[in-house]
């Protein structure tokens, strides 16, 4: 391993345990590779660092979907002290089977579409995906599927995504299906107020024809 490497892997570690704000022996469970596959939005300048952050923990669920489950999700409802439900429980089985799906990478136009929804919803106190069709369109040239994920309410990166990856109270888990679907390979994420849940986060999900190995070459 070169010093480059090697000081860039020990940066990954140490930012994950900064995030999740609890011992490293939970973020060294995790191989360096992964670790530095997931940081698909560490150079996306129009991204803040939250936005970076939930992006990652999203990539982290895909790449390896068991891991996840016995890190961040385990000490999510141990600090939480959520009760099981079928919910979780059904969470808890499917990402026994998640692993290596293709790593989200961020869009700027993905982004825009998200963040102009945030931004809308968040000033007149809006909850849904009014104009979905529409808000989309001018991007489907690029994109031959898109998918959406809201989340409300006060919040913290790993927040977001695990509590769309549990998904309670939607009867189809689209959120979840959203999440985890090896057909998207790339993301916008937006952050913004909301004039009644304090916060809300839009998440534009593209499927966009190339790989990771694209990405990085």
Not at 131 to 150: A, D, L
Request: glycine letters at 6%; charged letters at 25%.
């Amino acid at each position: 391993m070169s010093r480059k490497t090697f000081i860039l892997a020990i940066f990954v570690f140490t930012w994950l345990t900064t995030l999740v704000g609890q011992k490293s022996e939970l973020s060294w469970r995790w191989d360096e590779e992964t670790l530095i596959q997931a940081r698909t939005a560490e150079d996306a300048d129009f991204l803040n660092e939250d936005e970076k952050k939930v992006i990652l923990y999203a990539n982290l669920a895909r790449a390896n979907g068991r891991l996840f489950a016995s890190t961040f999700l385990d000490e999510y409802i141990r600090i939480k002290k959520l009760k099981p439900n079928s919910y979780t429980r059904s969470l808890y089985d499917e990402l026994q089977h998640v692993r290596d799906l293709p790593m989200l990478l961020p869009e700027r136009d993905l982004y825009k579409v998200a963040r102009e929804h945030a931004s809308w919803s968040g000033k007149k106190g809006y909850e849904g995906h009014k104009g979905f069709k529409q808000r989309f369109t001018p991007i489907m040239k690029k994109y031959t599927e898109v998918g959406e994920n809201i989340y409300y309410g006060p919040y913290t990166p790993l927040e977001i995504v695990i509590q769309l990856l549990i998904d309670e109270g939607i009867e189809n888990l689209g959120h979840r299906k959203n999440l985890l679907s090896p057909k998207f390979n790339s993301i916008g994420v937006a952050i913004k107020p909301h004039k009644i849940y304090e916060y809300n986060c839009v998440m534009g999900f593209g499927q966009y024809p190339r790989t990771y190995l694209d990405y990085v070459q």
